[in-house]
């Protein structure tokens, strides 16, 4: 699988971003993509994935009332939109495919480069 994530940029404090993953060469195997956010310092962590067949989502509470993740199964694109934007939000985004829905990342298999999100206050 084959993962290349855009939409990233600068933003100030309250904005909206959209990013977009888009996938090639799934397999009946990868049937969850996730994004993922990783800040200077920290750990990779969880911010939202969803299931290509039947578009079941899992939100981390950080994204939840600000952030939605959707799919397009005929263009093989996910997208996150980041509403209500904060400076903790500030990262590299990472979008990521696997079997599962699931919040840990080693439960994803595929990697695409990450897009930074940059949210000024």
């Known amino acids: 699988v084959q993962l290349q994530a855009s939409g990233g940029g600068l933003v100030q404090a309250g904005g909206s971003l959209r990013l977009s993953c888009a996938a090639s060469g799934r397999t009946y195997d990868d049937q969850t993509a996730g994004w993922f956010r990783q800040a200077p310092g920290k750990e990779r962590e969880f911010v939202a994935a969803i299931r290509w067949i039947g578009g079941r989502t899992l939100l981390a509470d950080s994204a939840k009332g600000r952030f939605t993740i959707s799919r397009d199964n005929a263009k093989n694109t996910v997208w996150l939109q980041m509403n209500s934007l904060k400076p903790e939000d500030t990262a590299v985004y990472y979008c990521?495919?696997?079997?599962?829905?699931?919040?840990?990342?080693?439960?994803?298999?595929?990697w695409g480069q990450g897009t930074q999100v940059t949210v000024s206050s």
């Open positions: 990521a495919a696997g079997s599962f829905l699931r919040y840990d990342p080693t439960a994803y298999g595929y």
